[in-house]
């Protein structure tokens, strides 16, 4: 799913583990593809988390400090990579 912040468009990406992805899209990314802003496909799990880290980056974006701290323990992470990578 795509997230239209402040700063930029954000692509978040989780699965039924977890979050795995969120980074910004480059400017090439957004002149070739089409935002995705309102659908978000994947298991309820994964929507479920992409919805808490929405929920936290509007209320980082409004300034209200801690929003982060509120959902850390809820989301958790789905990392990829070699074992080093992980770590």
């Given at each position: 799913?795509?997230?239209t912040s402040p700063?930029?468009?954000l692509r978040i990406k989780a699965s039924e583990k977890g979050l795995q992805e969120i980074r910004f899209l480059s400017d090439e990314e957004v002149a070739n593809e089409t935002v995705n802003s309102l659908s978000c496909s994947g298991s309820q799990n994964a929507q479920i988390y992409?919805?808490?880290?929405?929920?936290?980056?509007n209320n980082y974006f409004a300034k209200l400090w801690g929003a982060f701290e509120q959902?850390?323990?809820q989301i958790p992470l789905d990392v990829?990579?070699?074992l080093l990578q992980r770590k």
């Open positions: 799913m795509d997230y700063i930029g468009i992409i919805s808490l880290c929405i929920n936290a980056l959902v850390r323990t990829k990579g070699s």
